[in-house]
């Protein structure tokens, strides 16, 4: 299963070589990581999609992540109410004629053109990954020439429903 | 030692380096022993050592695995951090195997590596290795330096770390220009470390969950682990075993938090444990373990461990529990305190006769054994003459192999931390070195190092300290002319191709002790080890005895590879 994990950890050098270095001895599966600093002065958050195998795994992964000197607070954010966001830059080949065209096309993912050249245009979107997959998707076509991704970010949200008004939604189906 | 050809000339009092703030710094943790070996990024610091006056002893080991062994050994007698210091790059690397020994047994460390100067970091500068890389995943902790205005309060936490909650190791690099250059301001400040807070008391609700399974259980069982003798706990537990007649086994690491010879102890469990103690925990109904982490030589197969057993948990590193084993009533915490808790809350203990009468019928039935013929040095013989010779007292250190498994099925302990060997890593060449460190952390007690032939040679060079301290400990080699462990496998599971282990060629041991000014003795009867022994234990002085024994001998009971705990060969002659 995947699960979105964050870990508040104080910014010391090496910090980052440990969390990732245990999960690569643990075998845990990262698909994405994102770092960066938080309100408060010297602690940053790092954010975290895995592929674990079970729920024995999971608490494995957090416990250890706990034992870390460096690291303050672990949360599961799977099974909350969240805000998640992730940020891509896509490059697609592209000459005056198509840009019009990938204009309109872009525009319900509220993405925008942020930088074009003779023969290329990039694109900026936000949005939950599958989000992105889906823009991307929809611009292979034209040929991608790069993509660069921040990895996914979250945190809870203000307010968290009790457990019986909670949707389906879940970003991790 | 320091060779003084010129008075000490100290810097003025108030001009100091960072390598004097370190010696401070060590002194402040009530360092007595530091185990070590100069070199280049260290000079500052030998130089700091040399010119200090404070009241502690540094031992130059001949290789740096020595030292880190030394102080690994130093660390499970004492009870207290052991020290290290060595140089950058190869100074560092030889210390990795102590090191990651020492994360996987728990014991506290405190190693300062020397590491090249801040300016030329990451140029790959003479004798620069990438320290804190290397040794993050095999430490508790680790830190680079970055100023010597930091160091006091480093080095403060670096003891905290390493010798609090679950211990472990601590690796502190320092650059070479913070400890030479001249420090005017440093950090005096009290550490905080948020996200290290280790709970130590356990959660009431717990503990009464356990009382109340112990009142229900027909077949209750302890399982001691080290976490019993790190949390100083073995009084209590001896209390409230006895007080309500629980039977004990124990891990290897867990040997003498629970008297070897008590009627209620079944012998070690595990892959060469005994018959009594492994079917106990294939038929308990309720498992108490306290302080052992379920280790797969511990556990054998998973799906046949403790399957019938509510199974209870006590250990200050909640990352165990749970890990291996589905645990019902986990309880975080010291394991003294949690004996404590449960002490004064169990007020009834559990209606088990029947379980008694069994387990001291399979006591009966199924006790250790080997053949001993009389004409033959046995080693199972020679390892139980050495516990009556030594009435169980000795301070005993073994290196890894049969013999290491020998020792601990036949030398049985009265009391904690007297039992030093190498469990979760399994290091040869750990031994003989710690016996050392042991026998500079207890200098009154008899110390015995039980090494093989073969782990013996991968660290022998530290007979010059004993040899320079003249340190009375006595090197009993287990002789069987082969890398016996590894010869054993061979015979039992690949049809005896014995590839790479009968080692023909050895020193002639009792010359190589003489050659250091060591007593040295070839053992090669029942009766010259008889007659010699207490003499040699008596002795005021390093004794080698190249004991020769049997080399087709195996260690048995055993559980092969694979296969569950109840699932044992070689338990009857
Ligand atoms: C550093 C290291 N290398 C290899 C091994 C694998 N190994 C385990 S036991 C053993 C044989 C040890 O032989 P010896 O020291 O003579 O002890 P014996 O088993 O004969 O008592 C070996 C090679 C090990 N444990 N540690
Ligand atoms: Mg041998």
Known sequence: ?173 | MKVDTKPKTKPEAAVKTGADILVESLLEQKVETIFGYPGGAVLPIYDALYRSDGDFEHILTRHEQGAIHAAEGYARVAGKPGVVIATSGPGATNLVTGIADAMMDSLPLVVITGQVATSVTGTDAFQEADVMGITTPITKHNYQVQSSYELPKVIKEAFHIASTGRPGPVVVDIPKDISANLCTETDQSAFHLPGYQPTIKPNPLQIKKLTEAIKKSKKPLILTGAGVIHGHASDILLEIAEEYSIPVTSTLLGLGAFPGQHDLFLGMAGMHGTYTANMAIAECDLLINIGARFDDRLTGNLNYFAKNATVAHVDIDPAEIGKNVPTDIPIVSDSKAALAELKKQLKEGPDHEEWMDQLNQNKMAYPLWYNNPPEEMVPQWLMKSLYHATRGEAIVTTDVGQHQMWAAQYYSFGRPNRWVTSGGLGTMGFGFPAAIGAQLAKPKDPVVAIVGDGGFQMTLQELSVLQERGLPVKIIIVNNGALGMVRQWQEAFYDKRYSESIVGVQPDFVKLAESYNIRGMKIETQKEFTDIIHEVMAYDGPVLMDCRVLQQENVYPMIAPGKGIHEMVGVKP
Request: hydrophobic share 40%; charged share 25%.
């Open chain 1, 1 to 173: 299963m995947k699960r979105i994990i964050t870990a508040v950890v104080q910014n010391r050098s090496g910090v980052l070589n440990r969390v990732t270095g245990l999960m690569h001895k643990r075998q845990f599966n990262i698909e994405s990581i994102s770092v960066g600093r938080t309100e408060t002065e010297g602690i940053s958050k790092m954010t975290f999609v895995v592929h674990v195998e079970d729920h024995q795994k999971l608490e494995q992964l957090t416990k250890q992540l706990n034992k870390q000197i460096d690291v303050l607070k672990v949360t599961d954010l799977s099974d909350k109410a969240i805000v998640a966001r992730e940020l891509a830059l896509i490059k697609v080949v592209s000459n005056a004629h198509h840009r019009n065209e990938i204009q309109g096309m872009i525009e319900p993912f509220r993405a925008s053109i942020i930088d074009v050249s003779k023969d290329s245009l990039s694109i900026q979107v936000t949005g939950k990954p599958d989000k992105i997959e889906a823009l991307i998707d929809l611009l292979r076509p034209y040929g991608i020439k790069d993509i660069a991704r921040t990895g996914l970010t979250a945190f809870a949200r203000g307010h968290q429903p009790q457990v019986a008004e909670m949707t389906s939604y879940s970003l991790l189906k």
